[in-house]
């Protein structure tokens, strides 16, 4: 394993510059402090252009007010950002720690890439195990739901049930978290009910198969191939984390105000079933069934665009070519005979689409194309989604654990009727 950055291909954003104003507030002091700093080797500076004032090297400032116990750096206008060490995305390329994620994904098990993401430490062969006190608890509180529930309800309320049978859930010591992690997430499989016969647990004693070789018989009754696993298993490594996605970021705030582990996986997954998020590739799903039923894509999305409906599985706002998690995935998919026919009618809705717009496949089309030609339930893609994207959300605690709590903390813009405001008129009934 290599780290790949610096390939050709990738371009490093550019330090961004503070103004002195801008330094002073993330630092929380005067101007006038930051030309102390300055005096005392603290910080560096260069002239702004046009030689009025000077700047300042973002990441430095930073750095200075974590030293300093100062405030937060503060985000730029209109967003929510902060340093995080996990996830690098740019030029239509992403990187866990650094590493190309595709290469680490193509090469490697879920539970490998996983532990890469929370240690920086590769571990081949390590495997998952679920207690057998919290999955009991998660199967009898998934088998108590409603049979019309969906795989994120049942998910949703696993992670509940396996939170109340771990009395430590509340040590958020480094350790505690990575070994309650390592037991949740084959938990949240195992919790599931299962499509087929073969369950895919061991039985024997012997150390228990990879995950997604556990996961198959969750979404699908076919027989599981070696192909098809490998693709499965790699889409779980794919989609471990990428950035500071809307469930990710609500994982952050709750990690914040030092929720366990538990509650944080929980925060991620109530925002996954948005369908803007986890659930966008069922819809990607129902759109290459039909796809396939009427023998191409044209009638498909003419009826998208009339409709004034987007054509599912296409575009991503990071990337400006095809996502590459996407483009991962179809090289192995293509690779399968099965597959075939539902890789086609992808490559079909995205040549039609062209015609009206230039948008690239994204890993919502591609998590389409594997459930579909695997005889997956629709929702199978948000079931892959979420059980992969714990242990991103886990990894993101780790890393808010050790900052200043509740410091993600946004102040409103009040909008409504100016004070004082006369007391309200009692409606009569």
């Given at each position: 394993?290599?780290?790949?950055?610096?390939?050709?291909?990738?371009?490093?954003?550019p330090?961004?510059?503070?103004?002195?104003?801008?330094?002073?507030?993330r630092?929380?002091?005067?101007?006038?402090?930051?030309?102390?700093?300055?005096?005392?080797?603290?910080?560096?500076?260069?002239?702004?252009p046009?030689?009025?004032?000077?700047?300042?090297?973002?990441g430095?400032?930073?750095?200075?007010?974590?030293?300093?116990g100062?405030?937060?750096?503060?985000?730029p206008?209109?967003?929510?950002?902060?340093?995080?060490?996990?996830?690098?995305?740019?030029?239509?390329?992403?990187?866990?720690?650094?590493?190309?994620?595709?290469?680490l994904?193509?090469?490697?098990?879920?539970?490998?890439?996983?532990?890469?993401?929370?240690?920086?430490e590769?571990?081949?062969?390590?495997?998952?195990?679920?207690?057998?006190?919290?999955?009991?608890?998660?199967?009898r509180?998934?088998?108590?739901l409603?049979?019309?529930?969906?795989?994120?309800?049942?998910?949703?309320?696993?992670?509940?049930?396996?939170?109340?049978?771990?009395?430590?859930?509340?040590?958020?010591?480094?350790e505690?978290?990575?070994?309650?992690?390592?037991?949740?997430?084959?938990?949240?499989?195992?919790?599931?009910?299962?499509?087929?016969?073969?369950?895919?647990?061991?039985?024997?004693?012997?150390?228990?198969?990879?995950?997604?070789?556990?996961?198959?018989?969750?979404?699908?009754?076919?027989?599981?191939?070696?192909?098809?696993?490998?693709?499965?298993?790699t889409?779980?490594?794919?989609?471990?984390?990428?950035?500071?996605?809307?469930?990710?970021?609500?994982?952050?705030?709750?990690?914040?105000?030092?929720?366990?582990?538990?509650?944080?996986?929980?925060?991620?997954?109530?925002?996954?079933?948005?369908?803007?998020?986890?659930a966008?590739?069922?819809?990607?799903?129902?759109?290459?069934?039909?796809?396939?039923?009427?023998?191409?894509?044209?009638?498909?999305?003419?009826?998208?665009?009339?409709?004034?409906?987007?054509?599912?599985?296409?575009?991503?706002?990071?990337?400006?070519?095809?996502?590459?998690r996407?483009?991962?995935l179809?090289?192995?998919?293509?690779?399968?005979?099965?597959?075939?026919p539902?890789?086609?009618?992808?490559?079909?809705?995205?040549?039609?689409?062209?015609?009206?717009?230039?948008?690239?496949?994204?890993?919502?089309?591609?998590?389409?194309?594997?459930?579909?030609?695997?005889?997956?339930?629709?929702?199978?893609?948000?079931?892959?989604?979420?059980?992969a994207?714990?242990?991103?959300?886990?990894?993101?605690?780790?890393?808010?654990?050790?900052?200043?709590?509740?410091r993600?903390?946004?102040?409103?813009?009040?909008?409504?009727?100016?004070?004082?405001?006369?007391?309200?008129?009692?409606?009569?009934?």
């Amino acid at each position: 394993m290599t780290d790949q950055s610096g390939e050709a291909g990738f371009t490093e954003p550019p330090p961004q510059r503070l103004t002195t104003r801008e330094t002073a507030e993330r630092l929380g002091v005067k101007p006038e402090t930051v030309y102390a700093y300055v005096s005392r080797g603290q910080l560096s500076s260069n002239r702004a252009p046009g030689g009025r004032g000077s700047t300042f090297d973002a990441g430095e400032v930073d750095a200075l007010a974590r030293r300093t116990g100062r405030r937060e750096p503060a985000a730029p206008a209109g967003a929510l950002s902060f340093p995080t060490g996990i996830t690098l995305i740019g030029g239509d390329r992403y990187f866990f720690r650094g590493v190309d994620a595709t290469e680490l994904a193509r090469r490697h098990a879920y539970e490998e890439v996983a532990e890469w993401l929370w240690t920086g430490e590769l571990r081949p062969g390590v495997r998952f195990t679920a207690p057998a006190e919290a999955l009991a608890s998660a199967r009898r509180a998934v088998g108590a739901l409603p049979s019309h529930c969906g795989a994120t309800d049942r998910l949703r309320v696993a992670v509940v049930a396996a939170a109340t049978a771990d009395p430590l859930r509340f040590d958020l010591s480094r350790e505690a978290v990575l070994g309650g992690a390592r037991s949740l997430i084959p938990t949240l499989v195992a919790a599931l009910p299962t499509a087929t016969e073969d369950d895919g647990e061991s039985t024997d004693g012997a150390a228990p198969p990879r995950l997604a070789r556990q996961l198959w018989p969750k979404l699908t009754g076919r027989p599981a191939d070696e192909a098809s696993l490998a693709v499965l298993d790699t889409a779980l490594g794919l989609l471990i984390d990428h950035d500071l996605a809307a469930s990710t970021l609500a994982a952050r705030v709750a990690a914040s105000a030092r929720a366990h582990p538990y509650a944080v996986v929980s925060a991620g997954l109530g925002v996954l079933e948005g369908p803007l998020h986890g659930a966008a590739s069922g819809l990607a799903h129902r759109m290459l069934t039909e796809v396939l039923e009427r023998g191409g894509a044209a009638p498909v999305v003419a009826d998208h665009l009339r409709t004034g409906r987007r054509v599912p599985g296409l575009g991503h706002r990071l990337y400006t070519g095809e996502d590459p998690r996407a483009r991962t995935l179809f090289e192995l998919l293509a690779e399968i005979p099965h597959a075939a026919p539902a890789l086609a009618a992808a490559r079909d809705v995205v040549a039609t689409t062209a015609r009206h717009t230039p948008l690239h496949a994204n890993v919502d089309l591609a998590l389409a194309v594997l459930s579909v030609s695997s005889g997956m339930a629709v929702e199978a893609g948000e079931t892959v989604f979420a059980i992969a994207r714990t242990a991103g959300w886990i990894a993101h605690a780790l890393e808010e654990y050790g900052e200043r709590p509740l410091r993600m903390r946004p102040s409103g813009q009040y909008t409504g009727p100016q004070p004082p405001q006369p007391l309200p008129t009692v409606v009569s009934q």
